[in-house]
């Protein structure tokens, strides 16, 4: 088993499948290669300051550890996405999650293209105005024009 380090790998997996957890969340995608399993591990700045993030990010690899590779389908990459919940929960409860993560049948949501034009609903066109406000209206009467005032 290896380790994803390059942010396009990241990037690739997160537009593949994911499984929702209270501790982390699994995100995975299949290779074309006939590589061994990678798995990669991100905590983001909102779940704490770094000490904090560290600590997520070896419990979540701890558990990576003690889980057997069978489970894990070949040819494939995963990245474990740590919670806030991870520093709390219960280090043989997230293993169980992890688990189960591995063999529910994962929710795929694929990051693609936007929407086709036809199927987005439509807006109407704003109207921009043509001169801006103050060349419309003109000098407003019995007032100076702005001139920058220095105190005495």
């Known amino acids: 088993m290896d380790r994803l380090r390059q ?3 990241f990037v690739a997996v997160a537009n593949g499948a994911r499984v929702n957890s209270p501790a ?8 074309d290669d006939s590589g061994p399993i990678r798995v990669g591990f991100t905590v983001t700045k909102k779940n704490g300051n770094a000490p904090a993030r560290n600590r ?15 489970s894990m389908q070949p040819h494939h990459d995963y990245v474990l996405v740590g919670r806030r919940d991870a520093l709390s929960r219960d280090f043989a409860t ?21 929407k086709t034009p036809a199927n ?9 105005p043509s001169k801006a406000r103050s060349e419309r209206r003109g ?14």
Do not use: C, N, W, Y
Request: charged share 35%; aromatic share 2%; no cysteine.
């Open 24 to 31: 982390f969340v699994l995100q995975s995608r299949p290779r």
């Open 120 to 128: 987005r609903p439509s807006k109407a066109p704003s109207k921009a």
């Open 94 to 114: 997230m293993l169980d999650d992890l688990r189960i993560a591995f063999t529910k049948p994962a929710r795929h949501t694929h990051k693609g293209p936007a």
């Open 139 to 152: 000098p407003t009467p019995g007032r100076a024009p702005a001139t920058s005032r220095k105190p005495d």
């Open 56 to 70: 997520i990010r070896r419990r979540l690899r701890e558990l990576v550890k003690r889980l057997d590779p069978v």
């Open 7 to 9: 942010r396009a790998d």
